[in-house]
Each structure stands twice: as C-alpha cells, then as structure tokens.
C-alpha cells in the first residue's frame, strides 16, 4: 500500500447578515517511496485553497465575494496611522531635487 498524503483548506467568511458560508476542501493522494512527499503536499495544499477561494467567489453575498476577491496592492512602506515621511530626493553631489 502506498503511502498517503492529504491536505485540507478550510475558510469561513461572514455574509454581513448574521451569518457565514465556510467552505472546506481535502485532497488525498498516494505517492512512491522515491517521490518528494513534501512537494506534493504543498502542491496539492496550493489546490486546495485555490478551490475554496473559487467556490466562495461564486457566492450569491456580495459580502462574501467581496472578503474572498485580490487584494489591492498596498502603498509600499505605508504603516496603519504612521506619519508620512517624504523620501530624501538628495543626489549625489548634495543638490536636491524640486519638490
């Protein structure tokens, strides 16, 4: 009997209204002696959140699809109620830019 490998993703998200959908995903799979237990796991750990995260896209909440969609990429170095601090824009040979 070969050995087994599984790997399970599990995601609850509120719809707004007082309640929740959760999907949960487990893929199983055998493998040989000989090849890399690991990679397969993570590979097939890589399926199963992909395939919840598609599930919960089609849901009817607009709550829900919404919590599952990409995020939209950050302002880079921006930190939760940190002071800006503008970038020192001096070359170098001491002159600094127009601001």
């Given amino acids: 009997m070969s050995p087994l490998v599984r790997a399970s993703f599990k995601r609850q998200v509120s719809d707004d209204h007082y309640g929740s959908e959760t ?50 990429p950050a302002m880079t170095g921006a930190v939760a109620g940190a002071p800006w601090d503008p970038p020192d824009y001096a070359d170098d040979d001491g002159d600094e830019a127009p601001r």
């Fill in 23 to 72: 999907v949960e995903i487990v893929i199983e799979d055998t493998y040989e002696g000989n090849e890399d237990a690991e990679g397969l796991a993570a590979a097939l750990a890589e399926d199963c959140r992909r395939l919840v995260h598609a599930e919960l896209a089609r849901s009817p909440s607009a709550a829900v699809r919404r919590a599952v969609a990409a995020p939209r």
